[in-house]
């Protein structure tokens, strides 16, 4: 007599395989709503910084970092060259003390515009986990400008490729080498699909 043969029946399978769709779609959507948290958050900290960047320079007539007087304003320790820019990289690799893109931020902390150690030049961490930085761009890509760019800049790294492309089609020209958002790989650090995102102001 032959023994009979148990298995899952189409129903069965069927409903496994609505259970496992419908746990993928969740995870999608979460991973989706995760993106677009994180997408706000460095649009937010863009929107921040640039508002402490013009009220430090509607206060004092001069940008941060770049404050001759920034001793007599804020009460800094030390003072920029008053020349109309914000010197050095945007300092995403900068370890010199002095840089104006420090200073930037010992300016901007000194007057309460940005939350840290007012005594601080250290380059405060992005929504991303990456740095935040603050320089004017000379046109030619050295002193962390891309692409030409000759204004002010805010930069973030360690933005994900993926969303990167997102808020520069939301924000810009969804061309990372064109308009006053672009990116270029890497931009201090060696990750895979790491990218610097620019920001013009």
Avoid: C
Avoid at 34 to 59: L, M
Avoid at 70 to 93: C, K, P, Q, R, Y
Avoid at 118 to 130: D, I, K, V
């Amino acid at each position: 007599m032959k023994k009979q043969q148990s298995g899952f029946t189409l129903i069965e399978i069927a409903i496994v395989m609505v259970i496992i769709g419908l746990l993928l779609g969740g995870v999608l959507k979460g991973q989706e709503v995760i993106t677009s948290a994180r997408i706000k958050n460095v649009s937010n900290d863009f929107s921040g910084v640039s508002a402490a960047i013009y009220s430090y320079q509607d206060r004092y007539s001069s940008l941060p970092g770049d404050d001759v007087a920034a001793d007599a304003h804020v009460g800094a320790a030390t003072n920029g060259d008053g020349d109309g820019s914000i010197e050095g990289t945007l300092g995403f690799a900068s370890v010199t003390a002095g840089d104006e893109s420090r200073l930037a931020w010992h300016h901007l902390r000194s007057a309460g515009l940005v939350t840290g150690d007012s005594t601080s030049q250290l380059q405060p961490s992005n929504a991303l986990g990456g740095i935040t930085g603050i320089s004017t761009g000379d046109g030619d890509g050295a002193g962390g400008a891309v692409n030409g760019f000759i204004g002010l800049l805010i930069g973030f790294t360690l933005v994900d490729g993926d969303m990167a492309v997102i808020l520069d089609a939301q924000n810009d020209d969804g061309n990372a080498d064109t308009g006053s958002i672009r990116s270029q790989a890497g931009g201090g650090y060696v990750l895979a699909n790491s990218y610097s995102l620019i920001f013009e102001l």
